[in-house]
């Protein structure tokens, strides 16, 4: 299994950017890609996750509103677009895979494969 991070740069507050995580070789049982951020000097934090079959969505109380989750047709590219982006959403963003329960999709101990991760700088 791979996942594959992009989309990253550096943008102004403001602005939009679009994330891309194509996964390959993902067994059934890997049901949910979710994006998770790491600011520097900061704990890894829960953006969105997504049901890749069903298409439910789970999202971050905090991430709510300017960023949405979505899947292709083929269910192995998941799009992130974030709007509205504020300094304070500079981070690495990362795509992972995993089986968690729709309660759990914040829980980082529970994907089996992440991407490399992708950085997003938003500058005041």
Not at 84 to 107: F, I, M, N, W
Request: with cysteine; proline share 2%.
């Amino acid at each position: 299994v791979q996942l594959q991070a992009s989309g990253g740069g550096l943008v102004q507050a403001g602005d939009s950017l679009r994330l891309s995580c194509v996964a390959s070789g993902l067994t059934s049982s890997l049901h949910v890609i979710s994006w998770f951020r790491q600011a520097p000097g900061k704990e890894r934090d829960f953006v969105v996750g997504i049901n890749r079959f069903s298409g439910n969505t789970n999202y971050a109380n905090s991430m709510k509103g300017r960023f949405t989750i979505s899947r292709d047709n083929l269910k192995t590219t998941v799009l992130l677009q974030m709007d509205g982006l504020k300094p304070e959403d500079t981070a690495v963003h990362y795509c992972a895979a995993g089986r968690p329960v729709y309660s759990a999709y914040g829980q980082t101990r529970l994907y089996y494969y992440w991407g490399q991760g992708t950085l997003v700088t938003v500058s005041s």
